[in-house]
């Protein structure tokens, strides 16, 4: 029997001038193994979110049910959104995303809370089972196309917008 392993890390291999700066000194022996055992096969996968999708089998689809599943809550069938916190820092002609705002578990809940109330309405509900992973529940499929946090951050979002 033949056992694969698919290990996929993002951003591994730094840029040449800030590995040989930060990398010099650097031993991993057992990554280096690992690599020299590795087959090489390109994916042409453009962010870790699609790279999740295609290692599942899942096509042109949301990270957010594999994620909310990963953070110990059963999606169901019902329809979900990542809605992490962030911000955005206006500039002169461009507003640029800003992830991963440091704020403890108490402060999502508390936040996520008052989002529930002031979108109840519009059957809009939020979840963040971590301070840095929230939720979005729809009652029905939007016809939007959202992008992933991580291919956003730090660019101008108004190319960007749903």
Not at 9 to 38: H, N, T, Y
Request: net charge negative.
């Amino acid at each position: 029997m033949t056992l694969k392993c698919h290990l996929l890390i993002a951003d591994l291999f730094l840029p040449q001038q800030a590995a040989a700066a930060s990398g010099a000194d650097l031993s991993v022996p057992i990554l280096e193994k690992l690599l020299a055992r590795a087959q090489h096969q390109p994916w042409g996968i453009t962010s870790l979110e699609d790279s999740l999708c295609a290692a599942f089998g899942i096509q042109h689809q949301a990270i957010a049910p594999i994620t909310l599943l990963a953070d110990g809550v059963s999606p169901g069938d019902k329809y979900w959104l990542r809605a992490d916190p962030s911000h955005i820092q206006m500039q002169r002609e461009q507003m640029i995303l800003r992830p991963e705002i440091p704020i403890t578990s108490e402060e999502a809940a508390q936040l996520c809370a008052m989002l529930n109330a002031h979108f109840a309405d519009e059957g809009l509900h939020f979840i963040a089972p971590h301070p840095q992973r929230w939720y979005l529940h729809l009652d029905a499929v939007p016809h939007i196309m959202t992008h992933p946090g991580p291919q956003v951050a730090g660019r101008n979002i108004r190319a960007y917008l749903p």
